[in-house]
């Protein structure tokens, strides 16, 4: 322990820099392709997509983001350099540097003062939602969903719906806690991105004048609103989903697919998905 | 002057207005000694402020209990609001006690004060507060011009009025504190061994700022910047930005901060390519 | 050597800052003491400037000759002439020091120093930083005696109150080896040894009760200076600045330079006249300073205007509300000028009045501010010796003398501002040296700053040639140190033990007795002075000492023991106030800061001569004598700065042709 303080203190100006560049690159870039992506179960009702509409066009619209995002090459690679490893970085080292501070909201109640606050929570709740969310849904870890479901690229919407919902037939109790979790971990997260890109600006020195910090926070706070929206559109969109008739969508997509192969097989695949290891899953 | 404050129209004014107010204030008899609150009522003129209350239960100690009690120990000297020592936490919020005025701060009969000394500085007795540590980091940023002595040799650099404005501005710091007590990345130290530990505070770095925009201060620029990207140095701050609220005398600390780290983002680059 | 030479400075304001930077690049090892974190000297308060002769000026016919002259008229002739020439010769040299240090004086449009008008001159001599030039140049001195620590060639005691110097038997007379004193947090007291010691520590205006000093302004330290045998000169000249606002705590400087900067001095002409300023038209205001000093107008030097203040109030009745105050107007002036060259005291205003003094004219009245008088101080005169003193200086014509260093004073002797104890100097406010009976203003940051920098280097040469080469303090037998350790113990002993058992009563409440002394001192001892009034103040002085020799502490602690610090600081505070008033008796004349109504006029023949005061240690009184002052240079003049006296023209034609 006494070393890796050494080494934090060694090397901090470094450390804290890239800490602030991870939240924005690669972090921040992903969450906001994140959230635009699975924004789709919402914004694909009214694009539609190959002839359908409503719902449907939007299950079709996401399934096709998800394939798009399975078929690049060594996937798991990107996932660990790309994200994994800059989360836990950015996680532990956030963690770390929050436990210095000593909130005072109650005698300096200025909005600053709540924002740097807030960020630290968020990070605080941030780093516990990302977990359950990758664990759950990415590393298979069905026994904290409840209901089971477990997530699969191949049903990218409706396996989503039933996680939300606790069930793949409609709402319990327990769906509607992850569905809360979901809603208040994705705001705390586009908060404390949206936040993070204004103290950055200040971090790095490209926004120096009290004006040019009011302008960029300005900025920032669009950037807000617009990525609020589409998180919310998306867990929203996905916990009024109704699964049964996604999962339709889904395997005709997989048919489709098949047909286009010109391999019978194809559904037989599709059908004996969920028993295998998920290495190729987004 | 006497006569100037006991003139006719202060007279009939500090009749009209004069009130009860009561002073809350936490006591503590020096390190590791037990904190107490004593309350004081005094009655107040108008026109009065924390100092001449301080002045006047320093002279009748006597609590509302009716018991007597000490002298309140305090730091001040100028009253003007320049010299910076006499900043306590005065109903919450850090400021100096000088231009705490009771009219503002405390407006109605029966309204309460409440002192207490700066939380982020170990307590001498009562409400002085040891400030060391912000003089020791005007040292570890050399927050000075290094001139080559004090024998006559010529005028300085010109400058223009924009640069001395701005100069001027950060020249204004007085050292009292208030960015660092409201400062929630600013923690209290109590030995000198752990000054360098945690988050200099935006006292420090603005000062580091102002010397860097010196022509001959820039000489020691890297020195400053190098100090200042260690860990107790400008990447500690978390933008809660209460510094430049709470400052006494507007000087715009949010923006030496986002300059100091402009200035170490542009001194590592620098260093990393040019090895300098 | 062994062992490094040191030298104690007392006081950390411009003067002792100065004087610790020059005497560290001097090679001595320095420790500064001081009440407060040097930063938070008394000297931050000032604000309008520093006075220089310029390029701008110089070529208007401007010179230092004549900011020599202006300062000798100002103060009276009442100072001695050669420090001042000296002074006025260094002012510029002093100007680009400080520029170098980062000073951020005020700047014109191509870079170069700003200048603005000061009381007492027709010339732009007076260097800004906007209205907080003391704090700007306490900072910058602050930051190279803070380069100076960190290479270790200064230790500063902060947080340390002097209590007394400690004096050895010298060739001739006591010489001073070192001081006590005492950790104002610890409580701890102690001896240090030094072979110099330079006070350096400022005025005495809380005598006075309410002034626009800092709290620590108390001359306690002068007080233990006097009464361990240092002369103490001209006490009775106290500058009453024209401009302060009163407050329930202090009153509040209003700097000169919102006069230098177009501020006209007011009254309504109709006494009682209860309108708001601003609906009073123009042909309805009395300028009475405009009207009766058409050539200076609003900026007559600092007496004047107070007497000028202070006789429409209290004798007219024409204060504004029928008040002691005037209004000091600025609105006619842009807010953002205002804002630029006056922020400082803009903002004071503001904040202690909570009324926009852009908008609404200031409301001031006179307020006890520097004490000319102080420690009696040596100087070896310089080169410059006229056959005879020359008459008033006209601007632009040739100079009687040029600006060369050493004309004034002689640069390096050892007893440049040395006091009549060998080996202590006293620097700054807390000597009598430069301002006479009367202080230009922008000159104190000047004095203050020339001191340190000029006769730091007597120090050094004393220390290296005098007695200390011979007989350094570290050989100075260790019972001498031992003896004042004890004596202060002793002293401050039975002061605490006073605060165990007794009844309190306002009769020996330190705290009361320090308020009816400052009440007594301003009412008796200040703008207007008179015989019998000075003799009732003696009075009341010596029950007040009576009193305070009875006085019961109300707080017997051992640790940060606040109170017994001031009701200690009360007791020496009575000797400079019995200094100041006896020194006010004994003047039977009228000069500068000092108007005795029952002697009008100045008396050149009996009076143009220094008051010498020592302390009776037998009597506990002070002893007053008169000497000569030393004239050589400037002839004495009426100093009348052009006033049109309407009713007494022919007087004040006398005055100019009698003497």
Redesign the interface.
């Known amino acids: 322990m006494a070393k890796s303080e050494g080494f934090l203190e060694r090397h901090h100006f470094l450390l804290r820099r890239l800490h602030s560049l991870t939240g924005v690159v690669p972090i921040g870039m992903f969450l906001m392709v994140h959230l635009t992506t699975n924004a789709s179960i919402v914004w694909g009702r009214i694009n539609g997509h190959d002839g359908l509409e409503g719902a449907d066009a939007a299950v079709a619209t996401f399934q096709h983001e998800v394939n798009f995002i399975h078929s690049l090459p060594a996937l798991i690679l990107i996932e660990i350099f790309g994200l994994w490893l800059p989360i836990a970085f950015h996680s532990v080292l956030g963690v770390i540097y929050a436990t210095s501070s000593k909130p005072n909201n109650d005698r300096y109640a200025y909005q600053d003062n709540w924002r740097y606050t807030l960020q630290r929570i968020s990070g605080y709740v941030g780093v516990l939602f990302i977990f359950y969310h990758v664990a759950t849904l990415r590393w298979g870890w069905s026994f904290l969903i409840p209901g089971g479901t477990e997530w699969s690229a191949e049903y990218a919407a409706s396996t989503m719906a039933a996680a939300l919902q606790g069930s793949t037939d409609g709402f319990r109790l327990g769906g509607l806690l992850v569905s809360a979790f979901y809603m208040v971990g994705v705001s705390l997260l586009v908060f404390h991105l949206a936040n993070g890109l204004w103290t950055a600006a200040i971090s790095w020195g490209l926004t120096v004048s009290e004006s040019a910090q009011k302008r960029w926070g300005q900025v920032c706070f669009v950037i807000g609103v617009g990525l609020m929206l589409a998180a919310w559109s998306a867990v929203l969109g996905f916990a009024t989903l109704d699964a049964a008739s996604a999962r339709e969508v889904e395997t005709n997509m997989l048919e489709k697919a098949a047909a286009a192969d010109g391999d019978g097989a194809a559904p037989e695949h599709a059908a004996s998905h969920d028993e295998d290891s998920d290495h190729t899953g987004g | 002057m006497t006569v100037a404050t006991t003139n006719g129209t202060a007279k009939r004014t500090a009749a009209a207005n004069s009130r009860k107010v009561r002073f809350r204030i936490k006591r503590c008899d020096g390190p590791n000694k037990l904190v107490r609150w004593e309350t004081f009522e005094l009655t107040i003129a108008k026109g009065e402020n924390v100092i001449s209350c301080l002045q006047k239960i320093a002279a009748n100690p006597v609590t509302t209990e009716g018991k007597r009690s000490t002298p309140v120990v305090w730091d001040c000297s100028c009253l003007e609001e320049v010299c910076g020592s006499c900043t306590m936490v005065i109903n919450g919020q850090a400021r100096q006690s000088c231009s705490a005025l009771i009219d503002v701060i405390a407006p109605d009969d029966g309204d309460t004060v409440t002192l207490e000394p700066m939380s982020k500085f170990p307590v001498i007795r009562d409400l002085w507060v040891d400030r060391s540590r912000m003089f020791d980091a005007l040292k570890r940023v050399k927050a000075w011009v290094p001139i080559d002595g004090t024998y006559d040799l010529g005028a300085g650099p010109r400058e223009r009025p924009e640069e001395q404005a701005v100069r001027y501005a950060l020249s204004e710091c007085m050292t009292c504190g208030c960015c660092l007590e409201a400062c929630p990345q600013f923690e209290l130290a109590e030995d000198e061994s752990e000054w360098d530990k945690s988050f200099i505070g935006a006292q420090a770095l603005s000062q580091a700022r102002l010397f860097n925009l010196h022509e001959t201060g820039a000489q020691l620029k890297g020195d400053r910047l190098e100090t200042l990207m260690g860990p107790d140095g400008v990447s500690e701050c978390g933008n809660a930005q209460n510094c430049v609220k709470v400052c006494p005398k507007h000087i715009p600390l949010t923006e030496s901060i986002a300059a100091v780290g402009r200035s170490t983002t542009i001194h590592a680059i620098s260093k990393w390519f040019s090895g300098k | 050597m062994t062992q490094q030479q040191r030298v104690i400075v007392v006081g950390g304001g411009l003067a002792g800052l100065?004087g610790s930077?020059?005497m560290a690049?001097a090679g001595l090892a320095v420790d500064l003491f001081s009440l407060?974190?040097v930063?938070?000297?008394?000297s931050?308060?000032a604000q309008g400037g520093i006075n220089a002769c310029n390029e701008v000026a110089r070529q208007q016919g401007y010179s230092e000759y004549e900011h020599f002259d202006e300062t000798i008229y100002g103060g009276d002739f009442l100072a001695d002439q050669h420090p001042v020439l000296e002074m006025a010769n260094w002012a510029p040299?002093?100007i680009?020091?400080l520029?170098?240090?980062?000073v951020?004086?005020?700047?014109?449009?191509?870079?170069?120093r700003d200048l603005r008008l000061f009381g007492g001159s027709l010339f732009k001599r007076t260097h800004f930083?906007?209205a907080?030039t003391g704090?700007?140049l306490l900072?910058?001195l602050d930051?190279?005696v803070?380069?100076l620590?960190?290479d270790g060639a200064v230790t500063k005691y902060?947080s340390w109150e002097f209590l007394r110097p400690i004096l050895a038997d010298g060739a001739d007379g006591p010489r001073c080896v070192g001081i006590v004193a005492q950790d104002l947090?610890t409580m701890q007291i102690r001896a240090f040894r030094a072979d110099a010691v330079v006070m350096a520590t400022g005025g005495a205006g809380l005598v006075?009760?309410?002034s626009t000093n800092?709290?620590?302004c108390t001359g306690a330290a002068l007080a233990r200076c006097y009464q361990a045998g240092a002369a103490y000169a001209n006490p009775e000249m106290i500058q009453?600045h024209p401009t302060?606002v009163?407050?329930?705590?202090?009153?509040?400087?209003m700097s000169e330079s919102a006069r230098g900067e177009g501020g006209r001095v007011w009254v309504p002409r109709k006494k009682g006249d209860s309108r708001p300023a601003r609906e009073i038209p123009e042909a309805e205001r009395l300028y009475f300073l405009e009207e009766k000093y058409p050539k200076y107008g609003n900026i007559v030097p600092r007496d004047i205007a107070t007497r000028e203040i202070f006789d429409i109030c209290?004798n007219q009745h024409m204060?504004v509300?029928?008040?002691?105050?005037v209004y000091l107007d600025l609105t006619h002036k842009d807010p953002e000028y205002l804002t630029?060259k006056l922020g400082?005291i803009m903002d004071?205003y503001q904040?202690?009045v909570?009324v926009d003094p852009r908008h609404e004219p200031m409301k001031i009245?006179?307020?006890?501010h520097y004490s000319m008088g102080g420690l009696w101080t040596q100087y070896t005169a310089g080169s410059y010796a006229p056959s005879e003193p020359q008459p008033a200086h006209v601007s632009g014509t040739e100079t009687a003398c040029d600006a060369e260093i050493g004309r004034g004073m002689l640069p390096g002797a050892p007893n440049n501002m040395m006091t009549n104890i060998e080996g202590l100097y006293a620097f700054g406010e807390v000597n009598f040296a430069f301002h006479g009976a009367n202080r230009l203003g922008a000159n104190a940051l000047l004095s203050c700053i020339f001191d340190g920098?000029f006769s730091g280097v007597g120090v050094a040469n004393y220390i290296r040639d005098g007695a200390p080469s011979t007989a350094p303090a570290e050989s100075i037998p260790q019972s001498v140190f031992d003896s004042a350790v004890g004596a202060e113990s002793s002293r401050q002993k039975a002061i605490t033990d006073t605060a165990i058992g007794g009844d309190?009563a306002d009769e020996t409440?330190p705290?009361?007795i320090a308020?009816e002394m400052?009440?007594e001192m301003?009412?008796g001892c200040?703008v207007v002075r008179e015989e019998a009034r000075l003799q009732k103040t003696l009075d009341r002085i010596a029950e007040l000492r009576d009193r305070w020799s009875r006085m019961k502490l109300?707080?017997g602690?051992t640790?940060?023991n606040?109170?017994l610090s001031f009701a200690r600081s009360v007791g020496d505070m009575l000797a400079v106030a019995d200094a100041m008033a006896s020194g006010a008796k004994a003047r039977k004349e009228s000069r500068g800061a000092h108007y005795r109504i029952d002697y009008p006029d100045r008396d050149d023949a009996k009076f143009m001569k220094t008051t010498f005061v020592t302390y009776d240690a037998g009597e506990g009184r002070a002893r007053v004598e008169h000497r000569e002052v030393r004239a050589e240079l400037v002839a004495p003049r009426a100093r009348t700065y052009g006033k049109v006296d309407k009713e007494e023209p022919a007087k004040a034609e006398a005055a100019a042709a009698g003497v």
């Open positions: 100065a930077a020059r690049e407060v974190p930063k938070r000297s008394h931050v308060c040299r002093i680009d020091l520029d170098r240090m980062g951020p004086f005020n700047r014109t449009a191509e870079g170069y930083s906007g907080t704090q700007q900072y910058a930051e190279q803070r380069r620590e960190a902060e947090r006075f009760g309410k800092s709290v620590i009453v302060a009163p407050g329930a705590d202090k009153l509040r400087l209290v204060g509300d029928g008040g002691n105050q630029r400082g004071i904040k202690f909570g009245f006179p307020g006890v920098l309190h409440n705290y009361i308020k400052g009440e301003t009412a200040t109300a707080d602690a640790w940060t606040q109170s």
